[in-house]
């Protein structure tokens, strides 16, 4: 009986497979029987074909337990991709693999992918490097390529918010009301920002500027304010007031001119008054001859500042100018601190050098004043007042070194005509006049011409009463002229106002032994000669005299004969070379009680007061030499003074007999 079974070729799926697997371990064992490390191409494919079957299945029996899936896009790199999402990707990679042939299993190497595989084109596949799809990669064969460096996204541009620009005016108005100007400020600076064109916004920050004293800021608001809306009659007159506080009253005015209607005489006068004292401070200047005017003016003129503005550089320059017209040493400092701030600023400022340079002519030091002068040149050559300072002070240091060389040399009256020359250089200048005048009042003393001498010191002591060598020097001419009450008030005049002086004390005290001097018998006025002539000179006078006042020509006039006993006091004084240097030097007049004390004589211990009745302790010294005092009281040589009695002058004991021969032993006429 034949079963139908045994001739048929279908298997049950069951048993295929049992078939099929029972092959397969054969042929698995032959396979690493052969080589243990290689496995054959049937067996990877094999593999690969369980892999599919299962990743199918896990599929088909997981899905109804997943969440739905986030889909991403299909250019996406695996890598930057989650692993369920890389696995599924690699899954359907393979189950789109093309299907092995019964050769392939047989075949020792692999099959290459045809290029037209469909997983090449794949999107989202992994790229297989050098054209090779296997990605194997647990023994090392070929790894995926590295995903591409990932640059965050910008964040999104957030625009900023809008600024309400009526708001932030408003705000502001609110704190300049409570003056509050800072926050005031800000808030008007936030308008701004909001609209750059509004000529509202910048005129009330200019406003609020203003009322914090900060106009230089807010003349740049006010200005742009203008700019954007000309005619604008609110900030017209901001304008204005802001160029009057900064000492600008000409751009105002010329400001208030612009605005329609006109405005009032109130609204303008700030500025009208400023330019007023500045024109008057010029004028002072130009036609004056003080400064103090011009400082009144520019001081008036500087109340119409604003807080903390500094004076404008013209006014500055005018304020040196005043100074400098002034004269003293206290206001030529001035002038040179004006100069000083002005360099500060600009070190090349000719002005300012030129200005440093008439102070510095002015104080005497010419040598710096023609380096300044020579600077202010290097800045602007064509700079007049430059040139014409910088060759005045060298004429007048010319004229000047001549006039001193020619008096040191005895040649007075040259000396004088010089200082003459030197004071039509410059006659202004107060400091370097005064100077010249009392050099020529020294020449006009040495030829004794005490009256101009005097005149030339006033004159000196006028331009610059703190002169002490002028001074000096008029006292010493007053005192020549013969006039020694007043030179010994100018003497102790200079004592109590400079102490210190060298040589005062001593001045004073040969002034007031003078003065003593002047009061006794002028030997000299008698004869009729200088007090330098000499003893031919003096015979000759006393001769002439004689003849003429003699009592024998003039019988029965007392005058006469009182005249010729003066004439011969005289004579016997100063012929006699003792006796006339004890008449010029005043020894005549010490009183000895007022010298020793009262002890008597020369000796004892009474002391020696030096000093006393004001006479020179060194002419007492020199007294004391000639006078050889000794101890006791006896011994000394006895003290002879002529006081116009008793005794003949010309000798010869007795006193002179009218109608007697009165003339010395052997002079003839």
């Known amino acids: 009986m034949v079963f139908p079974s045994l001739f048929t070729n279908k298997t049950s799926p069951k048993k295929k497979n049992s078939e099929n697997n029972v092959r397969e371990k054969g042929r698995s064992t032959r396979s690493s029987s052969r080589s243990p490390t290689k496995k054959s191409p049937t067996k990877a ?23 739905p899936r986030q889909t991403y896009p299909g250019d996406e790199h695996p890598l930057n991709l989650p692993p369920e999402e890389r696995e599924r990707r690699r899954s359907a990679l393979l189950a789109m693999s093309d299907p092995l042939t019964p050769m392939d299993v047989d075949q020792d190497e692999p099959v290459a992918t045809s290029p037209t595989s ?28 590295p995903p591409p460096h990932r640059v965050p996204p910008e964040p999104p541009v957030q625009s900023k918010p809008t600024i309400d620009g009526e708001a932030c005016k408003a705000a502001g108005n609110k704190f300049f009301k409570m003056k509050d100007y800072d926050k005031a400020i800000r808030e008007y600076s936030k308008a701004i920002e909001a609209d750059p064109q509004s000529s509202t916004y910048l005129s009330n920050r200019s406003a609020a500027l203003i009322s914090a004293n900060r106009y230089q800021e807010a003349l740049e608001d006010a200005k742009l304010a203008d700019e954007l809306e000309p005619g604008n009659s609110k900030v017209l007159h901001r304008l204005a007031r802001i160029y009057t506080t900064l000492g600008r009253p000409a751009e105002a005015l010329e400001v208030y001119s612009q605005i329609k209607p006109p405005v009032t005489a109130k609204d303008k006068s700030p500025a009208v008054q400023m330019q007023l004292h500045i024109k008057q401070a010029e004028d002072a200047l130009r036609e004056g001859t003080t400064g103090s005017m011009a400082l009144h003016a520019l001081d008036q003129a500087e109340r119409g500042l604003g807080s903390g503005v500094d004076r404008p550089r013209k006014w500055r320059l005018l304020l040196g100018e005043a100074y400098l017209k002034m004269g003293n040493i206290n206001a030529l400092g001035d002038a040179q601190n004006v100069a000083m701030s002005l360099l500060r600023n600009n070190s090349q400022d000719p002005e300012a050098l030129v200005l440093r ?5 002015a104080q005497g030091d010419n040598d710096k004043a023609i380096q300044h002068f020579r600077q202010a040149l290097n800045c602007d050559p064509d700079f007049k007042d430059a040139v014409k300072y910088l060759r005045m002070v060298q004429k007048l240091d010319r004229i000047k070194e001549e006039g001193n060389a020619a008096f040191k040399v005895g040649r007075y009256q040259q000396a004088i005509d010089l200082y003459g020359q030197a004071l039509e250089v410059d006659p202004i200048n107060k400091g370097m006049n005064s100077k010249i005048l009392q050099n020529r009042a020294m020449a006009l003393i040495k030829l004794k011409d005490y009256k101009s001498a005097i005149a ?8 610059d009463p703190t002169y002490l060598k002028a001074r000096k020097t008029k006292a010493r001419a007053l005192g020549e002229s013969g006039d020694w009450d007043a030179a010994v008030r100018e003497y102790k005049a200079i004592a109590e106002t400079n102490p210190s002086e060298p040589g005062i004390a001593k001045d004073v005290r040969n002034a007031e032994l003078e003065l003593k001097k002047s009061k006794r018998k002028d030997y000299y006025k008698i004869l009729g000669v200088e007090k330098d002539a000499g003893d031919n000179e003096i015979k000759k006078a006393y001769r002439k005299l004689a ?34 240097e004890r008449y010029d030097s005043g020894e005549d007049l ?7 004390g009262g002890m008597g004589g020369h000796g004892g211990m ?20 000639q006078t050889q005092g000794g ?22 004991g007795g006193g002179r007999q009218r109608g007697g021969g009165g003339f010395p032993p052997g002079f003839g006429f």
């Open 590 to 596: 010490i009183d000895p009680s007022e010298m020793f």
């Open 45 to 67: 494919v094999k593999e690969r074909e369980g892999r599919s079957s299962s990743a199918h299945s896990s599929r088909t029996f997981s899905r109804p337990h997943l969440s």
């Open 547 to 580: 003849i003429i006042w003699h009592p024998d020509k003039n019988p029965e006039n007392e005058e006469a004969a009182e005249k010729f006993k003066e004439i011969g006091e005289a004579y016997e004084t100063l012929s006699d070379a003792q006796k006339r």
């Open 606 to 625: 009474g002391g020696f007061p030096m000093g006393a009745g004001g006479i020179d302790p060194e002419m007492l010294f020199n007294f004391m030499n």
């Open 631 to 652: 101890g006791g009281g006896g011994g000394g040589p006895t003290f002879s003074f002529s006081t116009g009695g008793g005794g003949s002058p010309f000798g010869g």
């Open 456 to 463: 030339d010191t006033t004159r000196a002591l006028a331009l």
């Open 357 to 361: 340079g008439r102070a510095l002519y």
């Open 118 to 145: 469909p997983s090449s084109a794949t999107s989202g596949a992994f790229p297989a490097p050098n054209g090779n799809d296997h990605m194997d990669g647990v023994n090392g064969d070929a790894g995926p390529i």
